[in-house]
């Protein structure tokens, strides 16, 4: 599964449809972090000194968002779908999340001291880091779609169950998360073709995004895979392997 990687297929359904929507809305989530990666892998060979800072900081808000992502998983979704689908139902998923913890890690370590100034910044070995876990990150993230099926989840779970979820979710990324390196990657990691509908903001709080949020680290949002409209750069695919722009 060698980079650069193709995205996940949208789950078929209904946004509209909270069973439906469980898995759609992850498989974007799920997207905009390969896209990430993708673009770690296109931008990481290329990086000029004045552009390291902003490229680190890019690097950082993805690896950022991924664990705090499984983080979420781990402590708010997984708990209620063991609940209701039976202990040891999201055991693998946890495992998986252990098998690329530590190269996850090591490279946002990395990330972090050069953002610092404790290390110098290393095209090469900003991907031999990345060679050590994206295989196993993409695969985790293509195998979890199915623990998600609309059907599964209709036969154990309530429209209010559902509803709870999101509303614990929600309470908890207001609360952890920093809208300035959390919002524009939601801009820059997404292609709007392929659900419109996301990122599911009011419209004012979009367009404080687009025309504000993002212009105050508009230089490493820069090296994202899409425009500030979710519109894919030249030499970027959602099918994997594309010719350099």
């Known amino acids: 599964m060698p980079p650069p990687y193709a995205v996940i297929q949208t789950p078929p359904g209904s946004w509209d449809d909270i069973f439906d929507r469980q898995a759609i809305e992850m498989a974007i ?12 892998y296109f931008h990481a060979p290329n990086v000029r000194e004045g552009q390291v800072q902003a490229f680190a900081f890019f690097c ?5 968002l991924i664990h705090h992502h ?17 202990a040891g139902a999201m055991e693998h998923n946890v495992q998986d999340h252990h098998a690329f913890k530590a190269g996850l890690e090591d490279l946002e370590t990395y990330i972090q001291d050069i953002r610092a100034g404790r290390a110098t910044y ?36 309530s429209k209010k169950d559902l509803e709870g979820l999101a509303a614990s979710l929600e309470k908890r990324i207001m609360k952890e998360v920093s809208l ?32 504000g949020l993002y212009h105050i680290h508009s230089d490493a949002w820069a090296f994202g895979p899409c425009d500030v409209h979710g519109t894919l750069k030249p030499g970027f695919s959602n099918h994997g392997p594309v010719a350099a722009a």
Do not use: C
């Open 122 to 157: 290393d095209g090469k070995l900003v991907t031999e880091k990345l060679d050590a876990f994206a295989d196993g990150l993409v695969q985790h993230l293509n195998d979890e779609l199915p623990t998600l099926e609309s059907s599964k989840l209709r036969a154990k779970f």
């Open 180 to 211: 300035t390196e959390s919002l524009p990657p939601g801009l820059v990691l997404h292609d709007r073709t392929t659900a419109p509908q996301f990122p599911p903001l009011p419209k004012p709080i979009l367009w404080l995004t687009k025309y």
């Open 70 to 86: 499984h983080h979420m998983e781990e402590e708010i979704i997984f708990p209620l779908y063991e609940e209701k689908l039976g």
């Open 29 to 40: 989530s799920h997207n905009m972090f390969i896209r990430g990666l993708n673009a770690i």
């Open 60 to 64: 950082n808000s993805l690896l950022g």
